[in-house]
Structure formats: structure tokens, C-alpha cells
């Protein structure tokens, strides 16, 4: 796989300025973006997902323009094909676990009916791959942090993206339930073969998932 950003945006809030100036291209399917806090990690991932609209530059990925300025080109989110897991990761607290897993297939309905989620092959699918069968009835509410992790990834890869994008996919864990979601993930990788990008400022996820890894600081690939 191969992702190519090279775009710039400024940012200001009150009297603080932010100059976002990133440029790399990587070519596996492990990559970190690697930091401290306020590096500039997040919103490059919001531009590759489409959140996040550069004012100059282009994101290419799998040689697909998913934004280009010069040629007036940025796709919405929803045709990037691209997956995002967020740190908190998001889950609809009023679905279940089927159908927040459901809710990653959508096409042109809202909220997957139950019985829809419950019965759907591909659901079933993702269930049974995260052990998450006895959950299927469950709200986000009551899940432990890991399983809440495996309904979130369970969401974002059964739409099967070009690339997943992890914000700090492990700091709302704790110490040992992060350790055990990062070997599964880092497992769950090499069987999919699914392309991630990773951002963190965690060194343990840098040396779990650091195939290329590129270090930003204020603003900037260092
Ligand atoms: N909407 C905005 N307006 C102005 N400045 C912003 C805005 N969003 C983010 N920033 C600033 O841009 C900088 C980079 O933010 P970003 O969220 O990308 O950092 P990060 O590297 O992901 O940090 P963390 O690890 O803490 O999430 C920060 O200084 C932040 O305050």
C-alpha cells in the first residue's frame, strides 16, 4: 500500500497560530506517526479520513487522489474508503453491539434494525472473529474497554477500507488490557493484512506496529 501526503493548513485560535506542513510517502501496511502532544498527529489523520480540509497539497492513496487541491479535488469521507477508529472509539450507546457493527455497512439506512444486525452474515462474521458472540445483544455500556476496542475495529473493517486509521487506539485502556488489545491487534493486522496508520506517542505502539515510522514535531515530519 502506498500513502502520499503532502499537504499544509493553518490554523488559529484566539492569539495561537498552528502551521500543519506534513509531507511522506510510505509504502507498508504498518505505519506510525509518532509524537508528543500537540505535534500536529490528528488533524493529519482528520485530512486523510476527509475531517479535516488542507489548504494546500494532496493526499494520494493506492494511487486514488482523495484530496488535491491544485485540481479542485477532495472527496468526502464517505468515498475515501477509509475507516476510523477514534480514540474513545465512538460506539452509539443506544445500539447494540450487532448493530454498531452493522452500522459500518451502511448504505443508505440509519439505524440497522436488530433483527437485520443480528441476522446479516458479514455481522456474524466479525463477531465470531473478535469472540464477541455473546455480546451481540449488548450495549456499548456493558462491555469491558477491550471488547468496547474489538466492537469499534469490528465497525470500522466490515466496510473493508484501504486503510485503517487509529487515533491512540490503546490510551483508554488500562496497562494490561492495553498490552493484550496491542498483540491482538498487531495479530489481527498480519491475518487481515489491512493497511493501518497509527498515531501515537506511545513508544510501546511504535515498536508493536512501526514497519515505517515518521516522527512529527510542531507541525512537521522531523
Ligand atoms: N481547530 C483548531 N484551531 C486552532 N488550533 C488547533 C485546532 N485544532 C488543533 N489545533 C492545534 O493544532 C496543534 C496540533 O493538534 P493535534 O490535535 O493534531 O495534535 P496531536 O499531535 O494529535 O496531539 P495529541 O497527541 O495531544 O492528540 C495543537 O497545538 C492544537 O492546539
Redesign the pocket.
Known amino acids: 500500500m502506498t500513502l502520499s501526503i503532502n499537504i499544509q493548513k493553518h490554523?488559529?485560535?484566539d492569539e495561537?497560530h498552528?502551521h500543519?506542513d506534513i509531507r511522506f510517502t510510505a509504502n507498508s501496511n504498518r505505519i506510525v506517526l509518532f509524537?508528543?502532544?500537540?505535534?500536529?498527529?490528528?488533524?493529519?489523520l482528520l485530512a486523510v479520513a476527509g475531517l479535516l480540509k488542507p489548504d494546500q497539497g494532496n493526499i494520494t492513496l493506492h494511487q486514488r487522489t482523495l484530496f488535491d487541491h491544485d485540481k479542485a479535488i477532495c472527496l468526502p469521507p464517505q468515498q475515501r474508503n477509509v475507516a476510523y477508529l477514534f480514540q474513545d472509539y465512538a460506539l452509539f450507546p443506544h445500539l447494540t453491539v450487532a448493530q454498531n457493527i452493522a452500522f459500518g455497512l451502511r448504505k443508505n439506512w440509519l439505524n440497522p434494525l436488530r433483527h437485520f444486525a443480528n441476522n446479516h452474515p458479514v455481522v456474524l462474521k466479525w463477531l465470531k472473529l473478535f469472540e464477541l458472540q455473546v455480546t451481540i445483544n449488548s450495549y456499548p455500556h456493558q462491555l469491558s474497554g477491550g471488547q468496547r476496542q474489538r466492537v469499534a475495529l469490528a465497525r470500522a473493517l466490515v466496510s473493508e477500507p484501504d486503510i485503517l486509521l487509529l487515533d491512540?487506539p490503546f490510551s483508554a485502556l488500562d496497562s494490561s488490557l492495553r498490552e493484550r488489545m496491542r498483540n491482538e491487534l498487531s495479530q489481527l493486522q498480519l491475518q487481515l493484512n489491512v493497511p493501518m496508520l497509527i498515531?501515537t506517542?506511545d513508544p510501546a505502539d511504535v515498536k508493536a506496529f512501526g514497519e515505517e515510522v515518521f516522527e512529527?514535531r510542531d507541525?512537521r515530519i522531523s
Do not use: D, W, Y
Request: no cysteine; charged share 15%.
Open positions: 490554523l488559529q485560535a495561537r498552528f500543519l509524537g508528543p502532544s500537540g505535534a500536529g498527529k490528528s488533524l493529519t491512540e498515531i506517542h512529527v507541525g
